[in-house]
Structure formats: C-alpha cells, structure tokens
C-alpha cells in the first residue's frame, strides 16, 4: 500500500512539474537578467547607466513575479525527489536485510536449536 502511495504522489508531482516547466524556465532566465543587472548597476559610475540598469533591473523583477506558479514546480520537483528517494530506500532496506550472512548465519543457528 505504501508504494501505491508513492507511485500516486510521485504521478502528481511529475504532472504537476511538466506543467510548470515553461514558467520554471522564464522564472530562471528572469532571475538571470535581473542578477546581471544588479551587478552591472554596482559596477557602473555614469548616471545614465545607472538609470538604465535599473529600468532594465525593474524588467526582469517584474518578469520574475509573473512567473510565481513556478515555485510550485519547484516544490513538485522536490516532492518527486522524496517519493524516488523513499522508493529507492525500501529496496535498499530489503537488499541490505537479506544479504548480511551473519543474520542468516544467527536464524539457521536458532533453527537447528529448536
């Protein structure tokens, strides 16, 4: 039951993330932009370009704020992470519980004291 669990969440978040992509990838490029920038307004000494970065600084942050529904792909990407996580480490558990030969070594032993 638990893997039925994580295949459903681990579906959703899949879904969920593919159909943020677009806005996940223009909220990255804006951030870009807008980090660039920020630099480039640092740098500069001259009025006027400071003017400009940071028309061109007002862009990109109003570009980033149109693309909020990408942090909801982020948190989906996240989730999908934990659920193969969690997937992966009950196979491990298994694997790891039944290869140990000292634990097979102590159950055949209790056996044949029986």
Known sequence: ????????AGGIAAIVLMSQLGPMVGLVIS???LYFAFKKF???DSTGSKVLWAVVGA???FA????????LGVVAAYVLYVVIKNWKKDKQEKVVESSDPFTNFEKQWAELNK
């Open 42 to 44: 640092v740098k500069t």
């Open 64 to 71: 980033s704020a149109s693309n909020v529904p990408a942090i």
């Open 59 to 61: 862009l990109a942050l």
């Open 1 to 8: 039951m638990k893997k039925f669990g994580l295949f459903l």
């Open 31 to 33: 951030l870009a932009i």
